[in-house]
């Protein structure tokens, strides 16, 4: 199936959101719980996976395609939303925490793109959203992803989602990148994805990076974020309040004057 043509704008900084102009009859599909706003015209229906219907037809295609979503850790539903209007009408998307919004023209890359579970925010109608299999063992055990990454397919406009600030590197042939596991936002369908031990007893153990990071071989595109989520949540987690209502400065002797005195030094 052919994707939609649509036109978009990217707003923001570090807590951006997509305006999507569909034309009459257009229709953006977009995850469940990113919608922002939408003008009048527009028109919400919640649908079975994707909508793209790629693995057939009826109530078993439906189902199958809501189930890979399942799978990647994702919501039964999607939402679509069509331009019921005789004009050019809006509907918005936004970023569920800081960090910005990739848009990706799939076919620039051949019409495929492998990333990171719980990134994919929106796509014109036709793209398909899947799952993509690691036939790596190491890499599916330790990979942080483990065996399981989002698989974007299509002809048309997709967006995706990252933490912090994103960085975008072209490998070249046999060119490889180490990068922390959670790092990953995505990457082209030529790029080779495994895992490799960090190595050393003092880096394993003391070393606070865990024991794997990721190698990426080229060539392909290979797009990198600073903040994961798993990363932000740990932080907020460490130092939420205890037992009591005490954050963990709390338990010096200077109690809340100690906490300006040290200012704010929770992580």
Do not use: W
């Not at 330790?142 to 072209?170: N, Y």
């Not at 071989?217 to 290979?222: L, R």
């Amino acid at each position: 199936m052919q994707a939609h043509e649509i036109d978009y704008q990217i707003f923001g900084e570090e807590m951006q959101y997509v305006e999507i102009e569909l034309d009459p009859q257009e229709i953006v599909i977009a995850e469940a719980g990113s919608f922002m706003m939408m003008e009048n015209n527009i028109q919400m229906e919640t649908i079975f996976g994707d909508g793209s219907q790629q693995q057939g037809s009826g109530l078993f295609g439906k189902l199958l395609n809501a189930g890979k979503r399942v799978l990647t850790g994702e919501s039964l539903f999607m939402t679509a939303f069509l331009n019921q209007g005789n004009t050019k009408s809006k509907v918005s998307f936004a970023s569920p925490y800081p960090g910005k919004i990739l848009p990706i023209d799939l076919t620039e890359f051949q019409g495929k793109f492998i990333c990171q579970k719980s990134s994919f925010l929106c796509a014109a109608k036709g793209v398909s959203v899947g799952i993509e299999f690691s036939q790596k063992l190491g890499r599916g055990l330790f990979g942080g992803e483990g065996f399981i990454m989002q698989k974007i397919e299509g002809d048309g406009m997709t967006f995706v989602h990252s933490g912090g600030t994103m960085a975008k590197k072209e490998l070249a042939h046999g060119e490889v990148l180490k990068v922390d596991t959670g790092c990953i936002i995505g990457f082209t369908k030529d790029v080779d994805y495994d895992i490799e031990f960090i190595g050393g007893i003092k880096n394993s153990i003391f070393g606070g990076e865990g024991l794997f990071y990721a190698t990426l071989k080229g060539p392909g595109t290979v797009y990198i974020q600073s903040l994961p989520f798993s990363r932000l949540a740990d932080r907020i987690i460490a130092s939420a309040p205890r037992s009591g209502g005490n954050s963990r400065e709390e338990g010096s002797l200077l109690g809340g004057l100690g906490n300006l005195l040290d200012g704010d030094n929770r992580f």
